[in-house]
Structure formats: C-alpha cells, structure tokens
C-alpha cells in the first residue's frame, strides 16, 4: 500500500530531496507540499495525507502551534516533526500537540523513510540523533504528573486503553478494529472522555496522556501507581 506524504517546509531542497527520493521507493509517494502553516491549512482538508513531514520552524507560525489545527483539518494524519532542536520541553510541546515522530535535518533519505513508515503505523519514531530518551520525552514535571495521574486513575481500564490509542495518532476506526468495537463505541468513549476530564479537543487528550506517563505503557496494561 502506498503511503502518501505531505512535506511542510520553507527549504525547497527538502521538499524536492523528499519528493524525489520518494519516487524511487515502492510505498511512498508526496502528494503535496506547503512552504508555511498557512499553505499547509488551505491544503490539507483536501490532500487528507497519511503522514504529514513538517518543520517545526516555519516563515509565518511555529509548527508545534499550527499542529492541532492541521490534524483537525485531517484526523486521520500522522505527523513526523523534522527539527534541529533536541529541547524536551519544545519535543513534549510537539508530541502533544499530535506528533508521532522526530527526525533532525541531518538524518539520511533511508531514516527519514523508516520514520515515516513507522509513524503511518501509529509508532513513536525518535531519531537516535537527538540527545533524547524516549523516557524523558514522555516525562513531565513531577506536578503536571501527579495532578495529570490523579485524573487518569478515575478512568475505567477501557477508558484508559481507548485513551493510550487515541493520543498515539490512531483513527476511531483503527482503535475500533483494535479492540473489536464499533466505530459508534470509540467516538461515545472519546467524547465520554473529553466531557470527564473537561477536555475539548484531542490534543488536550494527548497532553493528559502525556503528563501521566500513560503513553509508557502499552494499551491494554495498567498503568503503575
């Protein structure tokens, strides 16, 4: 199956690199590229990407702030970030705001594919580049985590399971044929969520997942006290 692949960046050696490189392998094509945040809004709705590359430094809006906005546009799109900054907070910043993955500038064609494809599978992809622990990524402040655990131990385990897929960037299909639920189910379990937790949006969803150390456990597994 191929993969189709949106490129958001203002370096036009990128995106031709990407595009091109990307015609020479079996299961990934760019259907669209953008310059900046607002070419990437007008034209998302309509390209619906499987993943979406962006940068995170962009000419007219930081790419971490324009994220949500984007994955509204298209839910079903994964987001591999392409930086040059290893800073926990503006990588945790990115993964809340819906990313699935981070590559530097500086990583080779064949890892940046390998991190695409990943993150179309619904995995966190972290380039070994970055001075980064997959730990320390997911780890927040010992507040924001107490107060973020406190209010996922009054989920139920489903509530809790749905959740973990959710904030990975899975579709409410994928999490229904995950779990064997109806797609009906999965978008009673998401807005039962948003409305417990007083969330309104998935990335808020993300964020929680986050602070709470959930997204370190597996979906399904109980989440240590």
Known sequence: MTIHVMVVDDHA????????GCEHEGDLKVVAE????????????????DVLVLDLRLPDRDGVDALPELLNLSPATRTLVVTAD????????????????FVTKFAGFKEIC?????VAQGNLYLNATLDVHPGELLRSTSTECSTAKAKIAGLSD??????????????????ADEIFLSVKSIETYRY????????????ELTQLAVESGLLATAPGESQPS
């Open 13 to 20: 050696l990128i995106r031709d690199g990407l595009r091109i």
């Open 34 to 49: 953008a310059v900046d945040a607002q070419s990437a809004l007008n034209a998302i709705a309509e390209v619906q990407p």
């Open 86 to 101: 290893d800073d926990l907070d503006v990588l945790r910043d990115a993964l809340a705001a819906g990313a699935g993955g």
């Open 114 to 118: 390998t991190a695409i494809r990943m």
């Open 158 to 175: 489903r509530e809790q399971e749905v959740l973990n897929w959710l904030a990975r960037g899975m579709t409410n299909q994928e999490v």
């Open 192 to 203: 039962r969520l948003q409305k417990k937790l007083g969330l309104k949006s998935r990335a």
